[in-house]
């Protein structure tokens, strides 16, 4: 593998230490801010020092529960600093996952201001609802974020890329056994 990207969203184990909706333990892993990313960050520490110095490590975030007392922004920003002195490269900033009541509006580009924010103290990956290719080269080149990820868009479109390319004006090489299909 070339990168090892962790997932500390979404509800699941890591977010779920990290979360005050779902992190209601007593000992030294809840509690206050500290105490809940001790596990996480022990997590991180172990892969990065299994994990080849000159390969990146990428670490997912929910960064907002989008639930009064839940997990936020501010707290999002103080982990990615404790992720990058522990060596993470980029933070992959989405959000929610943790509770089903979470109340939020999801639109073109919604979460990318969780990534411009966190991008003030690490690199950051911005995702949600990007499917235009003039949507994502200005999160890119307004500084938002320094990577944009599709899924959803890729699974709609998988040959996105060349598309995004095309309507942008960059030439691509399709491979010659696909030619016949973009020829316009």
Request: aromatic fraction near 10%; charged fraction near 25%; include cysteine.
């Amino acid at each position: 593998f070339d990168v090892v990207e962790l997932h500390a969203a979404h509800g699941y184990l890591l977010h779920s230490f990290l979360s005050p909706l779902s992190n209601q333990r007593q000992d030294h892993y809840g509690g206050e801010l500290a105490n809940r990313m001790r596990f996480p960050l022990e997590v991180v520490e172990a892969v990065r020092g299994a994990w080849p110095d000159d390969k990146p490590l990428l670490v997912r975030i929910s960064a907002s529960d989008w639930v009064e007392g839940g997990w936020d922004l501010e707290q999002s920003v103080a982990f990615a600093r404790e992720l990058k002195e522990r060596g993470v490269d980029l933070v992959d900033c989405s959000s929610g996952g943790a509770v089903p009541e979470a109340k939020y509006s999801p639109g073109p580009g919604y979460q990318v201001p969780f990534a411009a924010r966190i991008r003030q103290v690490v690199p950051t990956a911005a995702v949600g609802e990007i499917t235009d290719p003039q949507q994502a080269e200005t999160i890119l080149r307004t500084g938002q974020a320094d990577l944009v990820l599709l899924a959803r868009e890729m699974l709609r479109d998988p040959y996105w890329p060349i598309h995004a390319a095309q309507s942008l004006g960059v030439k691509v090489e399709v491979p010659v056994q696909y030619e016949r299909a973009f020829r316009f």
